[in-house]
């Protein structure tokens, strides 16, 4: 199995700052790489995926990078509604395998 | 609109089998452009995807659960299924039902909980 690893495990940020997350694959996936957020008591929602398309209805503050084995998430302006966990899902091979999350918090 | 809601048991004996649906609306299970998967998580933990069942008809599981696990769909109902039989106390978590695109999923259902005890 491919194992994906996130960091920080948690970050506490300021409305409108620049916020960077990271996530790591065991091998190369090339760029098959999607993020997702999770509300507390919700379902994930997709934000990104191959690993720099915005999913329809995503603000644009949301932007994904990376190749190979390192990817990153950045918000360029963190919002209120940006709380949450994220994380990174690889869909290079079966089976599918997401990473431990980064959980933000607004400070 | 696109609507996914899992259904089933919420509390599981150890051992037993747990069985949930997902019945999909606003979409036709049987379209040859998604497949439907199940993801599990555990409270407090990180996401683990289950299995999921391909537009050609075939059933894909995590082999850390393959020997357990049974994912089939009805289609004249518009439902997804999910098996986990010989369930123990690892197996309680958050069920979700998803519509998947390319490996990633772009619709969730709102999750059931599951908790296995006696």
């Known amino acids: 199995d491919i194992q994906m690893t996130q960091s920080p495990s948690s970050l506490s940020a300021s409305v409108g700052d620049r916020v960077t997350m990271t996530c790591r694959a065991s091998?190369?996936?090339?760029?098959?790489l999607n993020w997702y957020q999770q509300r507390p008591g919700r379902a994930p929602k997709l934000l990104i995926y191959?690993?720099?398309t915005l999913q329809s209805g995503v603000p644009s503050r949301f932007s994904g990078s990376g190749s190979g084995t390192d990817f990153t998430l950045t918000i360029s302006s963190l919002q209120p509604e940006d709380f949450g966990t994220y994380y990174c899902?690889?869909?290079?091979?079966?089976?599918?395998?997401f990473g431990g999350g980064t959980k933000v918090e607004i400070q | 609109q696109l609507q996914l809601q899992e259904s089933g048991s919420g509390l599981v004996r150890p051992s037993q089998t747990l069985s949930l649906t997902c019945t999909v609306s606003?979409?036709?299970?049987?379209?040859?452009?998604?497949?439907w998967s199940w993801i599990r998580q555990p409270p407090g933990k990180a996401l683990e995807w289950i299995g999921y069942?391909?537009?050609?008809?075939?059933?894909y599981y995590n082999p850390s659960l393959q020997s357990r696990v049974t994912i089939s769909v009805d289609r004249s109902k518009n439902q997804l299924s999910l098996k986990l039989n010989s369930v123990s106390a690892a197996d309680t978590a958050f069920y979700f039902c998803?519509?998947?695109?390319?490996?990633?999923?772009?619709?969730w259902g709102q999750g059931t909980l599951v908790t296995v005890s006696s």
């Open positions: 899902q690889q869909s290079y091979s079966t089976p599918l395998t």
């Open positions: 606003g979409a036709s299970i049987s379209s040859d452009t998604y497949s």
């Open positions: 191959a690993p720099s």
């Open positions: 069942f391909s537009q050609i008809g075939r059933a």
């Open positions: 091998q190369s996936i090339d760029t098959y």
């Open positions: 998803a519509r998947v695109f390319d490996d990633y999923a772009d619709n």
